[in-house]
């Protein structure tokens, strides 16, 4: 293989979702005379995945290399042993495509970067496919029947915004374990995989089965569509530009009012003629929409909020103006019950004032209010037949009044992050607020 000619497999998913059973079935069924190469990555010290792979490995009789990176996570704590070893298997070792078995801890953008950043792994390999494999009844659990799923992530990240994140990122959705489901329950699965990440093609299967041409050499990836691709992107996307449409040329930003705002943001889609890539997920029967104000949320009352999320909503993401927290917009991030919030980044008001012309420059049609500069809350959900008013409704709620716009916003109970190392997160289920420092 010359370089850059290696394709790369990523086979992400979540624990337990059938990774390895996959990758068994996958070596099993390869076409004999492709050499495969494998790089098994687990979390734990033992690594479990790997000790299965190399044994079906040996039961074929297969001349699969099989490499293990374990005790740590190769989207990140060992990102950089990850790209060290595939350069030194692609140095040492004759093979023609590889596949990456990820923790179920990982993020896949995160490997997908490793692939891609690393000079001397760009060098040599070609990242092929990222396919999520998905346990549709776990799935189907978490996001449509809302039951518990108390468990958190290593570094703090619901489990459940963990799913959502690997759909998001991939090109290939795998619905593996449809013997778990009834075939109303997967119908289901598929439609809301297909409203958080349109783009990608799914493939359903039992224990894994499915032809190894889809897992393998296939040419699938495309950067734009996987990172662009998720719905609320693009949920986000047709909503603000159907606010656009609405107000003529962009937002008005003199429309400070609560009453008007009420009325006047959070477009249908109904009647806008966009590009089909931009339709939101109604066609999936899931509804999307988008709530926009130029005014910040009481602390105290967003957290009653974010506490009880109407069980319409599955997604929600977004950035948010919260009083008390002027210095950074935060990030709302919502997967099934689970809610996470953390620092996105300054406003562009709160920097230095070179800084800030050269910021608002590069952005002609960024709205700018005198007093507030470009803060405000904008977020998108994505849920089943939404109940567009009542969601705007209940967070108009949670907003400022003007008697507390004038108020000491100090004053308030407020567990928001303050600093971009802390998050704060939700977990409906067990009713509790955990604050972690990343
Ligand atoms: N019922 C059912 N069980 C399955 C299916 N696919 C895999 N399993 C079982 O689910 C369990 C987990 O499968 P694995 O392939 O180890 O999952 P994984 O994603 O590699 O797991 P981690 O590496 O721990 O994240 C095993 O007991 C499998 O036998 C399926 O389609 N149906």
């Known amino acids: 293989m010359s370089a850059s000619d290696i394709p790369v497999s990523i086979l992400s998913g979540g624990l337990g979702a059938g990774k390895t059973?996959?990758?068994?079935?996958?070596?099993?069924?390869?076409?004999?005379?492709?050499e495969i190469a494998v790089l098994v990555n687990d979390m734990g010290e033992v690594n479990v995945d790997a000790a299965l792979v190399e044994r079906q490995v040996t039961l074929d009789d297969d001349e699969t290399t099989v490499t293990e990176l374990s005790n740590g996570c190769i989207c990140c704590g060992l990102a950089n042993e990850f790209g060290q070893t595939i350069v030194e298997l692609a140095k040492t070792v004759e093979f023609d495509a590889l596949v990456v078995e990820p923790s179920g801890m990982s993020d896949p953008a995160e490997v997908a970067q490793t692939v891609r950043s690393n000079r001397q792994a760009a060098f040599h390999y070609n990242l092929d496919t990222i396919?999520?494999?998905?346990?549709?009844?776990?799935?189907?659990?978490?996001?449509?029947?809302?039951?518990?799923?108390?468990?958190?992530?290593?570094?703090?990240?619901?489990?459940?915004?963990?799913?959502?994140?690997?759909?998001?990122?991939?090109?290939?959705?795998?619905?593996?374990?449809?013997?778990?489901?009834?075939?109303?329950?997967?119908?289901?699965v598929e439609s809301l995989?297909?409203?958080?990440?349109?783009?990608?093609?799914?493939?359903?299967?039992?224990?894994?089965?499915?032809?190894?041409?889809?897992l393998l050499d296939v040419g699938?990836?495309?950067?734009?569509?996987?990172?662009?691709?998720?719905?609320?992107?693009?949920?986000?996307?047709?909503?603000?530009?159907?606010?656009?449409?609405?107000?003529?040329?962009?937002?008005?930003?003199?429309?400070?009012?609560?009453?008007?705002?009420?009325?006047?943001?959070?477009?249908?889609?109904?009647g806008h003629d966009h590009d089909d890539?931009?339709?939101?997920?109604?066609?999936?029967?899931?509804?999307?929409?988008?709530?926009?104000?130029?005014?910040?949320?009481?602390?105290?009352?967003?957290?009653?909020?974010?506490?009880d999320v109407p069980a319409d909503v599955v997604r929600a993401k977004g950035l948010m103006w919260v009083a008390g927290r002027e210095r950074?917009?935060?990030?709302?991030?919502?997967?099934?019950?689970?809610?996470?919030?953390?620092?996105?980044?300054?406003w562009a008001a709160t920097m230095p004032e070179f800084q800030r012309k050269a910021y608002r420059e590069a952005r002609p049609d960024l709205d700018w209010d005198e007093e507030w500069g470009d803060r405000e809350i904008d977020l998108v959900f994505i849920g089943h037949d939404l109940d567009e008013t009542a969601i705007q409704n209940s967070l108009d709620d949670c907003l400022l009044t003007d008697a507390e716009m004038d108020e000491d916003w100090e004053r308030y109970e407020n567990p928001f992050p303050g600093r971009a190392e802390e998050e704060l997160v939700f977990d409906a289920d067990v009713d509790k607020w955990g604050v972690a420092t990343v």
Do not use: M
């Not at 059973?21 to 492709?34: F, G, I």
């Not at 593996?176 to 119908?187: F, G, I, R, S, Y």
């Not at 005014?295 to 009653?304: A, G, M, Q, Y």
């Open 131 to 188: 396919v999520t494999v998905v346990d549709a009844a776990l799935f189907h659990d978490v996001f449509i029947a809302g039951a518990e799923v108390n468990e958190v992530t290593e570094d703090a990240k619901p489990l459940s915004d963990l799913l959502a994140e690997q759909v998001e990122f991939c090109d290939l959705v795998l619905l593996n374990k449809t013997d778990l489901v009834t075939d109303e329950e997967l119908a289901e």
């Open 220 to 270: 699938r990836f495309d950067l734009d569509r996987v990172s662009g691709g998720a719905g609320w992107k693009q949920a986000h996307k047709y909503h603000q530009e159907a606010t656009d449409d609405e107000d003529g040329e962009g937002h008005d930003s003199d429309d400070h009012d609560h009453e008007d705002s009420h009325d006047n943001e959070g477009h249908s889609h109904e």
């Open 277 to 307: 890539h931009l339709h939101p997920p109604e066609e999936f029967g899931l509804t999307s929409c988008n709530y926009r104000r130029p005014r910040p949320f009481h602390p105290e009352r967003l957290v009653d909020w974010l506490a």
């Open 328 to 346: 950074h917009a935060l990030n709302c991030n919502l997967a099934g019950t689970q809610v996470q919030v953390d620092v996105n980044g300054q």
């Open 21 to 34: 059973t996959t990758l068994n079935h996958l070596l099993e069924n390869a076409p004999e005379e492709r």
């Open 193 to 214: 995989i297909r409203a958080l990440q349109p783009q990608a093609d799914i493939e359903t299967a039992e224990r894994g089965r499915v032809d190894p041409c889809v």
